[in-house]
Protein backbone atom coordinates (compact mmCIF):
# COMPACT_ATOMS: atom_id res chain seq x y z
CA UNK A 1 0.00 0.00 0.00
CA UNK A 2 0.97 3.15 -0.90
CA UNK A 3 -0.34 6.52 0.63
CA UNK A 4 0.58 9.95 -0.88
CA UNK A 5 -0.11 13.12 1.24
CA UNK A 6 0.33 17.02 -0.02
CA UNK A 7 0.54 20.27 2.65
CA UNK A 8 1.77 23.57 1.81
CA UNK A 9 -1.15 25.19 -0.46
CA UNK A 10 -2.69 27.99 0.22
CA UNK A 11 -3.43 31.62 -1.15
CA UNK A 12 -0.48 33.99 -1.93
CA UNK A 13 -0.15 36.81 -4.09
CA UNK A 14 1.44 37.08 -7.59
CA UNK A 15 5.16 37.12 -6.85
CA UNK A 16 5.33 35.16 -3.96
CA UNK A 17 6.45 31.97 -2.86
CA UNK A 18 5.02 28.38 -1.59
CA UNK A 19 7.04 25.23 -1.00
CA UNK A 20 4.63 22.08 -1.33
CA UNK A 21 5.26 18.97 0.61
CA UNK A 22 4.48 15.50 -0.31
CA UNK A 23 4.82 12.82 2.10
CA UNK A 24 4.88 9.15 1.14
CA UNK A 25 4.38 6.01 3.28
CA UNK A 26 6.53 3.14 2.87
CA UNK A 27 9.72 2.30 2.88
CA UNK A 28 10.12 1.65 -0.63
CA UNK A 29 10.11 5.82 -1.25
CA UNK A 30 14.08 5.49 -2.60
CA UNK A 31 12.97 3.18 -5.70
CA UNK A 32 10.73 4.92 -7.99
CA UNK A 33 10.76 8.31 -9.21
CA UNK A 34 8.31 10.87 -8.67
CA UNK A 35 6.29 13.77 -9.89
CA UNK A 36 4.07 16.69 -9.58
CA UNK A 37 0.71 17.39 -11.59
CA UNK A 38 -1.60 19.94 -11.45
CA UNK A 39 -5.43 20.45 -12.58
CA UNK A 40 -8.20 23.28 -12.85
CA UNK A 41 -11.81 22.85 -13.04
CA UNK A 42 -12.40 22.38 -16.89
CA UNK A 43 -8.68 21.60 -17.61
CA UNK A 44 -6.83 17.97 -18.15
CA UNK A 45 -4.25 17.16 -15.23
CA UNK A 46 -0.79 18.82 -16.27
CA UNK A 47 2.77 18.15 -15.85
CA UNK A 48 4.46 19.70 -13.61
CA UNK A 49 7.62 18.31 -12.47
CA UNK A 50 9.45 15.20 -12.19
CA UNK A 51 12.41 13.49 -10.17
CA UNK A 52 14.45 10.21 -10.40
CA UNK A 53 14.74 7.89 -7.87
CA UNK A 54 18.04 9.23 -6.18
CA UNK A 55 17.18 12.90 -7.23
CA UNK A 56 20.12 13.12 -9.78
CA UNK A 57 17.78 14.38 -12.59
CA UNK A 58 14.40 16.58 -13.03
CA UNK A 59 12.23 17.21 -15.89
CA UNK A 60 9.93 20.67 -15.81
CA UNK A 61 6.65 21.36 -17.91
CA UNK A 62 8.64 24.40 -20.57
CA UNK A 63 6.45 26.92 -19.06
CA UNK A 64 7.10 26.41 -15.22
CA UNK A 65 11.19 25.67 -15.61
CA UNK A 66 13.20 28.40 -13.75
CA UNK A 67 10.40 29.31 -11.46
CA UNK A 68 9.55 25.94 -10.04
CA UNK A 69 12.39 23.40 -8.44
CA UNK A 70 11.44 19.39 -7.60
CA UNK A 71 13.56 17.93 -5.08
CA UNK A 72 13.81 15.11 -2.69
CA UNK A 73 14.45 13.79 0.50
CA UNK A 74 14.50 10.19 0.60
CA UNK A 75 15.76 10.02 4.17
CA UNK A 76 12.36 11.42 5.05
CA UNK A 77 10.58 10.08 2.31
CA UNK A 78 9.27 13.23 1.15
CA UNK A 79 9.36 14.86 -2.21
CA UNK A 80 8.96 18.60 -2.46
CA UNK A 81 7.88 21.42 -5.02
CA UNK A 82 9.41 25.01 -4.71
CA UNK A 83 7.33 27.56 -6.27
CA UNK A 84 8.57 30.97 -7.02
CA UNK A 85 7.99 34.26 -8.95
CA UNK A 86 4.11 32.56 -8.90
CA UNK A 87 1.33 34.25 -11.17
CA UNK A 88 -2.41 33.66 -11.19
CA UNK A 89 -2.59 31.03 -13.84
CA UNK A 90 -0.71 28.88 -11.72
CA UNK A 91 -3.64 28.52 -9.24
CA UNK A 92 -4.34 24.82 -9.51
CA UNK A 93 -5.02 21.77 -6.98
CA UNK A 94 -1.48 20.38 -7.06
CA UNK A 95 -1.28 16.56 -7.02
CA UNK A 96 2.02 14.49 -6.34
CA UNK A 97 2.20 11.26 -8.08
CA UNK A 98 4.51 8.05 -7.75
CA UNK A 99 5.17 5.70 -11.44
CA UNK A 100 6.49 2.14 -11.41
CA UNK A 101 9.68 3.31 -12.99
CA UNK A 102 12.60 4.97 -11.65
CA UNK A 103 13.46 7.90 -14.04
CA UNK A 104 11.68 10.95 -14.48
CA UNK A 105 8.81 11.15 -16.76
CA UNK A 106 5.85 13.69 -17.87
CA UNK A 107 3.86 10.63 -18.96
CA UNK A 108 0.56 10.29 -16.95
CA UNK A 109 -0.10 7.11 -17.74
CA UNK A 110 2.51 5.93 -15.97
CA UNK A 111 1.75 7.00 -12.66
CA UNK A 112 -0.46 4.54 -10.47
CA UNK A 113 -0.48 6.30 -6.83
CA UNK A 114 -1.43 9.98 -6.49
CA UNK A 115 -2.47 11.63 -3.86
CA UNK A 116 -5.65 13.98 -3.01
CA UNK A 117 -4.39 16.98 -3.76
CA UNK A 118 -2.97 20.72 -2.01
CA UNK A 119 -5.22 24.01 -3.61
CA UNK A 120 -2.89 26.65 -4.35
CA UNK A 121 -4.14 29.99 -4.95
CA UNK A 122 -2.44 33.01 -6.82
CA UNK A 123 -4.61 36.24 -6.15
CA UNK A 124 -3.46 39.05 -8.81
Known amino acids: QVQLVESGGGLVQAGGSLRLSCAAS????????MGWFRQTPGKEREFVAA????????DYADSLKGRFTISRDNRKNTVYLQMNSLKPEDTAVYYC?????????????????WGQGTQVTVSS
Open 97 to 113: ARPRITGATRDSTLYNY
Open 26 to 33: GRTFSTYA
Open 51 to 58: INWSGSNT
